[in-house]
């Protein structure tokens, strides 16, 4: 089970000179003075609409953020020595509209699998939470399809109602892992290009369930700048890069930080932009003693996942 992360608490006296937060309530003004106290990165490596970027999403953090499931569609797949029913889903956030809206597909053996993985650590709370059962007969039917389609997508709304088990690792799980297992396999392989797809799919449905935990993320962003670098993209490279940062920074990841600065470096030179911030940071990242950092590559760090 995961609590909201906390950010390491230290000070800096830079953002608030540099830009303001958006117009805000009372009470989001209360908490913007707080925060900018209690930032965990230096406010003279980002630009101002770096900055920006970075309050928005920082105010996401403290937004409820609700997200809707939809099974608009469903397929059977038959093999030779088996026949199943894929059923497609589509996870929206609600509230505006939602104009990142990708596809997964999952068999009723991974709702199964998820639902048993959820009963070990939630059993008392999923207590009215009932599992859409097979039939016994005339499951590939039609309307027997069409049927499981709306359990399956109301089942996900319920277990999504339970604010613990939204939040756990079995849940995030169900809707990214088979789409990062497989891209970075592709990655390791060197295929690039469809490894970069399916990492942009995984990260679109991350960043709408993971608002309560911003570094889960930062695996998926690290592994796409990999495959863009590795395209020659190094444009769209930097900016992931970049937009990683401030949360490596503000959580303090070090196995990250290192690299991914390290990166930056070698990107910025490569794209004649001025580098010698983040070279600063990088040298006070290694020689600080507070803490070993990682000595590996960017990349050598991404390969190791879902190893």
């Known amino acids: 089970m995961e609590d909201e992360l906390e950010p390491h608490d230290s000070k800096t006296s830079t953002a608030k000179e540099t830009v303001s937060p958006e117009q805000s309530s009372p009470q989001q003004e209360t908490f913007f003075n707080n925060e900018e106290a209690d930032v965990g990165f230096s406010a003279s490596c ?12 920082v105010k996401q953090e403290f937004r409820s953020i609700k997200l809707l499931f939809d099974i608009p569609s469903a397929r059977i797949t038959e093999q030779t020595i088996s026949k199943y029913v894929v059923y497609q889903i589509v996870v929206i956030r609600s509230g505006s509209y939602d104009c990142k809206r990708v596809a997964i597909e999952r068999r ?20 009215d939470i009932v599992m859409p059962r097979k039939k016994m007969t005339g499951n590939f039917s ?16 319920q277990l999504y109602s339970l604010r613990l088990v939204r939040k756990s690792q079995a849940f995030q799980a169900f809707f990214t892992r088979q789409e ?18 399916g990492l942009q799919t995984a990260l679109i449905i991350q960043e709408k369930l993971s608002s309560h935990n911003p570094t889960l993320v930062i695996p998926t962003l690290c592994a796409i700048l990999v495959c863009q ?11 992931t890069g970049r937009r990683a940062l401030p949360t490596v ?12 600065l390290e990166a930056l470096v070698d990107l910025g030179y490569s ?15 290694r020689d600080a003693p507070h803490g070993q950092v990682s000595l590996v590559s960017l990349k050598e760090l991404v390969v190791q996942e879902f190893v």
């Open 271 to 285: 794209l004649e932009l001025p580098v010698a911030q983040l070279q600063d940071e990088l040298t006070r990242v």
């Open 46 to 57: 980002l630009t101002t609409a770096e900055l920006q970027q970075h309050w928005r999403a």
């Open 142 to 157: 039609e309307e027997n399809i069409a049927e499981r389609r709306v359990a399956l997508r109301d089942y996900l709304t």
């Open 180 to 197: 990062l297992k497989a891209a970075y396999n592709l990655l390791r392989g060197g295929r690039f290009s469809r490894a970069l797809e």
């Open 249 to 260: 920074r503000r959580y303090e990841l070090r196995q990250y930080h290192g690299p991914l």
């Open 108 to 127: 009723y053996s991974d709702f199964l699998h998820l639902h048993q993985e959820l009963l070990l650590d939630f059993s008392e709370e999923m207590e």
């Open 229 to 239: 670098r590795d395209l020659e993209d190094f444009d769209a490279a930097f900016q």
